[in-house]
């Protein structure tokens, strides 16, 4: 059964097109328990058909890689290769050097430093400072050591011209650091390859419930 095959046809803008909107329904009755599904790392160039083969041991439940996901656009929401990344970069941003050369936001830089501090270093510390820290404590409940605290925090304040600057307190600048366009779109590609899949056993129980749903 391909993906599209049994959804009902509707008159959209005067042309007819699939009412996708049945998805949710689908969604929320099929797929509504977290613990039938388990965590699938998609390697580079895997399309969503071949891991519906690997996994389902057909091709054509590639519906079940979407839904489960909640994919309405597999071209858009499903990780790029190395070739088709690279096209998509040099197609937004004109070349890859272009992309590296802008700054799209700032972040708090705790994933590179691997500092640690001892209790007399932190306590030492400008106190604005110390909310980029936390302890690590001993087997008395006293803080052994201190390391930088994972903080998702962002800042992409924009001067006149335009560019992307980093807004924090005088002395917090080594703290943070710049993620250019060819990063942030590497990352946000990169995320795209971490999927869940529907428990293997319920696949043929989703196809009867998606049939039944579908009324076909």
Do not use: C
């Not at 039938?36 to 071949?50: I, L, T």
């Not at 096209?87 to 705790?110: C, D, L, T």
């Not at 925090?153 to 366009?181: C, I, Q």
């Amino acid at each position: 059964m391909s993906y599209f095959e049994n959804f009902a046809l509707i008159r959209y803008n005067n042309a007819v097109t699939i009412d996708i909107t049945q998805r949710t329904t689908i969604l929320n009755q099929v797929f509504g328990d977290n613990y039938s599904f388990y965590p699938y790392h998609v390697k580079n160039g895997m399309r969503a058909e071949q891991v519906a083969e690997k996994y389902y041991g057909d091709a054509n439940l590639v519906w079940l890689v979407y839904f489960s996901n909640n994919i309405i656009d597999p071209y858009h929401q499903w990780v790029m290769d190395e070739q088709t990344f690279k096209a998509f970069i040099e197609q937004k941003y004109g070349s890859i050097p272009e992309a590296i050369s802008q700054i799209v936001k700032w972040r708090v830089n705790w994933f590179e430093d691997n500092t640690i501090l001892t209790p007399t270093q932190y306590t030492a510390l400008d106190s604005n400072l110390k909310k980029y820290w936390v302890p690590n404590f001993d087997n008395y409940g006293y803080p052994a050591s201190y390391v930088r605290k994972e903080m998702d925090f962002a800042s992409n304040a924009v001067d006149e011209d335009g560019n992307v600057t980093l807004s924090v307190p005088e002395g917090e600048e080594d703290y943070w650091v710049a993620l250019n366009a060819f990063d942030y779109e590497e990352e946000e590609n990169a995320k795209k390859s971490h999927i869940r899949l529907l428990d293997n056993r319920l696949a043929q129980t989703a196809v009867l419930n998606l049939r039944d749903l579908l009324r076909v």
